[in-house]
């Protein structure tokens, strides 16, 4: 059964905190993505990565770093939280499997709050 | 510069009716397609997808239809049930990339 979790499920935090969220996949994807999901914006790409160590933008990295250490391990840092960041949190996991689906499996999501 | 569009943010359905959520797609290059559903504090779950090859997937009381040339693709649920009531994103890719786009969302309320 394919897992992913999220290190916390409500957060609060204050302004000019830094703030990590961690994600932990236990399926061997190479694929791990960050997505944040605000109301009439659907989601909203963060941040990807496709191999331990590599990262790319996503449509939103403004405010945002991420750390990939390990294969199953995908960090995203707030480096100094505001406001706007108070949203919810997604991470999601899939497979390098070309010219199949394009499947991604979704973490529980992180609500943050910042005050 | 939205491509995926889903116009309608919420929609109200009998229960034991058919619901059609709808989502539009800008570029041509998208080939395949697919379907999340998400209840309130979990996170989306894939529902069912169609490649540019098909038009029509189906999987028990969901259907998802493709209509290439007017970049148009819509959810057909029958008959809906009040477990249905949820957010549904559509999502499009280039089948073989790894990203997905996604659409804005349409709440679903199935009233019994």
């Known amino acids: 059964d394919v897992k992913v979790t999220q290190s916390s499920r409500y957060l609060v935090k204050r302004t000019g905190e830094k703030v990590f969220l961690e994600c932990v996949q236990d399926?061997?994807?190479?694929?791990m993505f960050w997505y944040r999901q605000d109301p009439g914006l659907g989601l909203r790409l963060i941040y990807f990565?496709?191999?331990?160590?590599?990262?790319e933008k996503g449509d939103i990295p403004e405010g945002y770093s991420v750390s990939r250490e390990k294969k199953e391990r995908f960090s995203l840092i707030l480096e100094s939280a505001s406001t706007n960041q108070t949203s919810m949190y997604l991470c999601?996991?899939?497979?390098?499997?070309?010219?199949?689906?394009?499947?991604?499996?979704f973490g529980p999501g992180t609500r943050l709050t910042v005050l | 510069d939205q491509q995926v569009k889903q116009n309608s943010p919420s929609l109200s359905v009998q229960e034991g009716r058919i619901s059609i959520l709808n989502c539009d797609y800008t570029?041509?290059?998208?080939?395949?397609f697919l379907w999340y559903k998400k209840y309130p504090a979990e996170g989306p779950t894939f529902l069912i997808s169609?490649?540019?090859?098909?038009d029509k997937n189906e999987d028990g009381r969901f259907t998802v239809f493709l209509n290439k040339s007017a970049k148009h693709l819509s959810l057909h649920i029958v008959p809906s049930q009040p477990g249905d009531s949820a957010v549904y994103f559509c999502?499009?890719?280039?089948?073989?990339?790894?990203?997905?786009?996604f659409g804005q969302g349409t709440r679903l309320t199935i009233n019994p």
């Open positions: 999601a996991s899939s497979p390098i499997l070309a010219g199949v689906s394009n499947e991604q499996f």
């Open positions: 399926m061997d994807h190479e694929n």
């Open positions: 990565s496709y191999d331990v160590k590599m990262k």
């Open positions: 570029n041509s290059m998208f080939d395949y």
């Open positions: 169609i490649s540019s090859i098909k």
């Open positions: 999502a499009v890719s280039i089948q073989g990339a790894q990203k997905l786009v």
